[in-house]
């Protein structure tokens, strides 16, 4: 990543670059027309070097240092030509240089506002020009913990480190969440997926934009969309964003979801913590209202948690599932006495303070106890 900048006054005119190289950068200032002077810093990561990096030329901004000067005896004498990226004609394969910002920036620019156009397309590949030659971006487990041998290695390794860029962020979710992901990349990968689990990857913020994306695609046949959300968990743990990916999983047409929901219960406290397992199947019930599904699925979610619930349950919770709403959660008492008293299990009788919605649930509560 290269950034450079300039500044002008009566009394001077000032260059100013940065570059990022591996876990350092290496920062350039002086007089314009000198040579000027450097200093180099290292840090422990790459993305921590980019994110000074990041601060820096934001706050040089700030003072008054812009991209090009215009002076009265130069005219526009563009120092750092504003790049505009110019996709191959008759190739998938992009030339783009992760180190270098603005060429970066130029890409996310151009691909946020031509989805069209990769969509006409049908995929990407990544490069970049090195000692005169093309390299194609990869990565290895062993290079990145996060990477699954199943993983598409060029393109998760190009969006991942878009991510990271703070700056390109808004780019990134804007062609997230107008991309058609229905476009298959190759045999596994959907057009859009990784740039979706980069942007996620890189903030638990991004997490609801990667449920928006896997919502308006056909996740069921995507054998490592689990690991993705392997992945996920690895980097933001047991947050409340990850509770509602799983939840929003377990409701949507996705492969594997309900396993994982089986494998992550423990973690997520939905064995033993009453009270998250209510948020839980709030959130169950909210999903399954905004993506228009059946009970059913709820049920068979329940089901993982050790709740037996029979088919006349599907009933009372499609009339929950037409009043679900975050701002007014349900009690769920009704529910949960149901679920005590099935388990043979000492618990309070609800009192009368719930939703009429909830009100068929006593109905099968008295069934079950006369049976």
């Known amino acids: 990543m290269k950034t450079e900048l300039y500044y002008e006054d009566e009394k001077s005119e000032k260059f100013w670059s940065i570059e990022v190289s591996g876990t350092s950068y290496t920062v350039n200032y002086g007089k314009i027309g000198s040579k000027g002077a450097s200093k180099v810093k290292e840090f422990k990561s790459r993305q921590a070097a980019m994110q000074e990096a990041q601060s820096l030329i934001e706050s040089k901004r700030k003072?008054?240092?812009?991209?090009?000067?215009?002076?009265?005896?130069?005219?526009m004498q563009q120092r750092s030509l504003s790049k505009v990226f110019v996709p191959p004609a008759d190739s998938n394969d992009f030339m783009v240089d992760i180190d270098n910002l603005d060429e970066l920036t130029a890409f996310m620019k151009w691909l946020a506002d031509n989805t069209d156009d990769i969509e006409s397309r049908g995929g990407y590949n990544f490069y970049r020009m090195v000692d005169g030659k093309p390299e194609w971006y990869g990565v290895s487990p062993e290079q990145d913990p996060l990477f699954d041998y199943d993983f598409n290695a060029n393109v998760y390794a190009f969006f991942k480190a878009v991510g990271q860029v703070e700056s390109l962020q808004p780019y990134l979710q804007e062609y997230v969440l107008s991309v058609d992901g229905s476009q298959w990349i190759d045999e596994e990968s959907q057009l859009g997926n990784y740039a979706a689990l980069g942007l996620a990857l890189a903030d638990k913020k991004y997490i609801k934009d990667y449920i928006s994306y896997i919502s308006n695609n056909d996740m069921n046949h995507e054998v490592h969309h689990c690991q993705q959300i392997d992945s996920l968990y690895k980097v933001h743990g047991n947050c409340d964003e990850f509770l509602n990916l799983i939840a929003a999983r377990c409701i949507l047409p996705t492969q594997h979801s309900w396993e994982q929901l089986s494998e992550y219960a423990s973690v997520l406290g939905l064995h033993t913590d009453q009270e998250q397992q209510?948020?839980?199947?709030?959130?169950l019930l909210q999903y399954s209202k905004r993506f228009r599904s059946r009970p059913t699925s709820i049920r068979y979610c329940?089901?993982?948690?050790?709740?037996?619930?029979?088919?006349?349950?599907e009933n009372p919770l499609a009339e929950m599932i037409k009043k679900?709403?975050?701002?007014?959660?349900?009690?769920l008492d009704v529910l949960f006495y149901y679920h005590a008293v099935e388990k043979n299990i000492e618990a309070p009788v609800p009192s009368d303070h719930f939703k009429a919605s909830e009100v068929a649930c006593l109905d099968l509560v008295e069934s079950y106890m006369i049976k």
């Open 63 to 75: 003072k008054g240092y812009v991209e090009q000067l215009i002076t009265a005896n130069q005219g």
């Open 302 to 313: 329940l089901e993982r948690l050790d709740f037996k619930l029979g088919k006349v349950w």
């Open 278 to 283: 209510k948020i839980f199947v709030n959130l």
């Open 324 to 331: 679900a709403n975050k701002k007014n959660p349900f009690s």
